[in-house]
């Protein structure tokens, strides 16, 4: 009886999944389905495969934020600045005048760092133990964003500090 039940629950959620989906054009419709990011160009450069999911998640508030409902907002020339703060780091973001962001910096202390960066210290400093980090990032419109790792090591009663490309080269 158990399992007849699970059985039927089953159905009854995958055919609603369909339902939503149509085949002939790949689109979702669904009329409360209007999400899109403002900013989707600052998060296409911020974000990648290794970025921490502390970072990506304030990232997305950040790209999807309308500066336009904000009251002191008034598409003035010159730049309009936002933080937005979380327990890990911080995003410091300037708009330009039609909302879209001109400028970010990010700084988030102890992510999560990504595999093959762990992989690399452990390689390069086989004795040495990650204790802090910095994850670093600098975006600018149309231009390279820049992502670093500054990370604290310890052994015994000695520290090194490394400073490191999001794709694992030692600065």
Same mark, same amino acid.
């Given at each position: ?9 089953? %159905? ?22 209007? +999400?899109? +990011? ?17 970072? #990506? ?18 598409? #003035? ?13 911080? %995003?410091?973001? $300037? ?5 879209? %962001? ?12 990504? $595999? ?14 990650? %204790? ?10 149309? #231009? ?28």
């Amino acid at each position: 009886m158990k399992n007849v039940l699970m059985g039927l629950l089953f %159905i009854g959620m995958t055919s609603m999944g369909y339902s939503q989906y149509d085949p002939m054009n790949g689109n979702i419709e669904n009329d409360s389905f209007d +999400f899109l +990011f403002a900013n989707l160009d600052y998060l296409d450069g911020v974000q990648g495969k290794t970025t921490p999911d502390q970072v #990506r998640f304030l990232e997305g508030i950040v790209a999807d934020w309308d500066v336009s409902k904000v009251s002191q907002f008034d598409g #003035r020339s010159e730049l309009f600045r936002v933080v937005f703060k979380s327990n890990k780091g911080q %995003i410091n973001v $300037a708009f330009d005048g039609e909302g879209k %962001i001109k400028l970010a910096t990010e700084k988030f202390k102890n992510v999560k760092m990504p $595999a093959h960066i762990q992989q690399m210290i452990k390689e390069k400093y086989p004795q040495w133990k990650p %204790i802090e980090n910095l994850y670093l990032v600098t975006y600018r419109n149309g #231009r390279k964003t820049t992502k670093t790792l500054k990370v604290k090591l310890e052994k015994g009663n000695n520290t090194k500090h490394l400073k490191v490309t999001d794709s694992g080269l030692l600065l």
